[in-house]
C-alpha cells in the first residue's frame, strides 16, 4: 500500500494535475503515493493516509467522476477509522457555492469516521492561475502532520 493515496474528482483535469504535482512532491520528500482518478470504494484502501483533491461543478456539485465515491460513502457508510485524510478544493468566488464539493466529501469522510488532518484548502482558480502553487504550499505544511 502506498504511504499517501491521492483521489481526485475533475471534469476539466486540473484537480488532476494538481494531484500529479503534490504526488511528485511527496515521492520527491521520500513517500510513495497511488493517484486515482475518480476511483470507487473497492478500488481503496480502507486504511492508511488519503489526499483528496476535487473541483466542483454544478452548483455546488461533485465531478461525475467522483460522484460514485462520494454516493457509496454516504449510502454504505464504510468504517474509515483506520482512515486519515487530508481535503483540496478547486473552485471559483464568482459561485455562491464555491468549493461546494470538497466540503460534502470532508462532511462525509467524517461521518464513516476518518479523521482529518489539517484544515482543506480551497483554492480560488481567480486567485490563482496556476492552482499547483498554492497547493504546493498547503503540501509543505501538511506533510509535517503525517
Ligand atoms: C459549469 C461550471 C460550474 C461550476 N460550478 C462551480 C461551483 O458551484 N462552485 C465552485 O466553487 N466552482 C465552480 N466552478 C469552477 C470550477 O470548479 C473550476 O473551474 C475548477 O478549476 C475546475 O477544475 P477541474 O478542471 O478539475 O474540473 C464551475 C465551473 C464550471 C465550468
Not at 56 to 64: E, F, S, V
Not at 79 to 94: C, M, T
Request: aromatic share 6%.
Amino acid at each position: 500500500m502506498a504511504d499517501v493515496t491521492l483521489i481526485t474528482g475533475s471534469t476539466l483535469g486540473g484537480a488532476e494535475y494538481v494531484a500529479e504535482h503534490l504526488a511528485e512532491k511527496l515521492e520527491d520528500a521520500g513517500l510513495s503515493t497511488q493517484t486515482l482518478h475518480g476511483p470507487l470504494l473497492e478500488d481503496l484502501p480502507i486504511d492508511g493516509i488519503w489526499l483528496l483533491i476535487t473541483s466542483t461543478h454544478g452548483a455546488g456539485d461533485l465531478p461525475d467522476n467522483l460522484l460514485p465515491l462520494y454516493e457509496e460513502l454516504k449510502e454504505q457508510q464504510p468504517d474509515l477509522a483506520n482512515v486519515r485524510f487530508g481535503a483540496i478544493g478547486l473552485g471559483s468566488r464568482e459561485y455562491d457555492t464555491f468549493c461546494g464539493a470538497v466540503e460534502k466529501v470532508e462532511t462525509e469522510m467524517k461521518a464513516c469516521g476518518a479523521q482529518q488532518i489539517g484544515e482543506t484548502l480551497k483554492i480560488n482558480i481567480l486567485d490563482h492561475d496556476i492552482p499547483e502553487d498554492p497547493a504546493e504550499i498547503w503540501l509543505a505544511e501538511w506533510k509535517k502532520l503525517l
